[in-house]
């Protein structure tokens, strides 16, 4: 049993790639394949899909390297962070981005953006 499905999901993307996986699987929530789209928008990962209650993540690859550079888990159940649209922390200078939960749903930081809609930021990826 995970105490916090989305820490689950971060450590297990961060942890195929370092492990040079082809794909990541793990159980499914709305939430979770929200989030793991958000990531294949922005061309982190290959692809999502959902099969019978488990959650697949085709992991991307630049030759060798991982299409990812890291990803970080910012609003934590403890510590929940917040910020408003105007607000929001860049990633990396620019090159990251910050996966928020919005009262629109889950979407990147530039949707968020666009939307004029701030909510927590659930992760940084780069």
């Not at 499905?5 to 794909?23: F, I, Q, T, W």
């Not at 294949?40 to 999502?48: D, G, L, R, S, T």
């Not at 890291?70 to 929001?88: A, E, F, N, Q």
């Amino acid at each position: 049993m995970v105490n916090d499905p989305l820490s689950d999901l971060v450590a297990r993307v961060k942890n195929g790639y370092r492990a040079k996986m082809p794909e990541v699987r793990l159980p499914w929530s709305r939430t979770k394949e929200a989030v793991a789209k958000v990531l294949a928008e922005h061309n982190f990962v290959e692809k999502v899909t959902k099969q019978d209650q488990i959650l697949a993540i085709v992991l991307k690859y630049n030759g060798r390297e991982p299409a990812l550079t890291d990803i970080r888990r910012v609003s934590k159940p403890g510590v929940r962070i917040y910020s408003k649209v105007k607000k929001l922390p860049r990633v990396l200078g620019g090159i990251g981005v910050n996966i928020l939960s919005t009262p629109k749903g889950i979407m990147g930081g530039k949707q968020a953006k666009k939307l004029n809609v701030g909510g927590e930021i659930i992760a940084q990826v780069w």
